[in-house]
């Protein structure tokens, strides 16, 4: 894409591509089994939470196919909403692009966390990095909770390495 094009705008936003995909990252994270049945905390944390670990599960598939520059998309579907949910909450224009920083700090340190735990299928790591990184509702069992909210987002990874890669852009309601 030229530089006069996006300066324009007359070029297609090639995130238009993955954006059934980040719709649907955010379909699955807010699943009220997590919250009812997983303990996770009803809350901006909690949700939050769940966004940056089921993106996680997504992008390790993306990362392990031919989608590899969609992964980068998706991370920027991310800051978008997240901007966008900053500025509803008030939060003012000095300060937005600090915390989208911090934001992007965290989901990358999250998408660390996961990866190794998501790639080696393994549940007893991946129920530590969960249990680190998500907020569980007062007076849940951090433990059941957490290694159910991992058992779930294992479950993910392993649906989503059965599709192909147009599948997985398509986002469909299958998976």
Known sequence: MSFLSRLLGT?????EEVRPLW??????????????????????AGRFDLIT??????????????????SALLAELFVEDMDGQLREFGVNDVVVGKRVGKLMSVLGGR??????????GDPERLTAAVSRNVTFAEGADEAASAAAVADRLLKL????????????LKASAIW
């Open 11 to 15: 070029a297609p936003d090639p995130r």
């Open 157 to 168: 990874s392993q649906r989503l390495a059965r599709f192909s890669d147009a599948e997985m």
């Open 53 to 70: 670990a089921v993106l996680s599960v997504v992008m390790v598939r993306v990362e392990a196919s031919d989608l590899r520059a969609e």
């Open 111 to 120: 998408l660390g966390a996961y990866r190794g735990a998501l790639n080696a």
């Open 23 to 44: 719709h649907r990252v955010v379909e699955l994270a807010r699943d009220p089994a997590y919250y009812s049945e997983c303990g996770v905390a009803d809350s901006v």
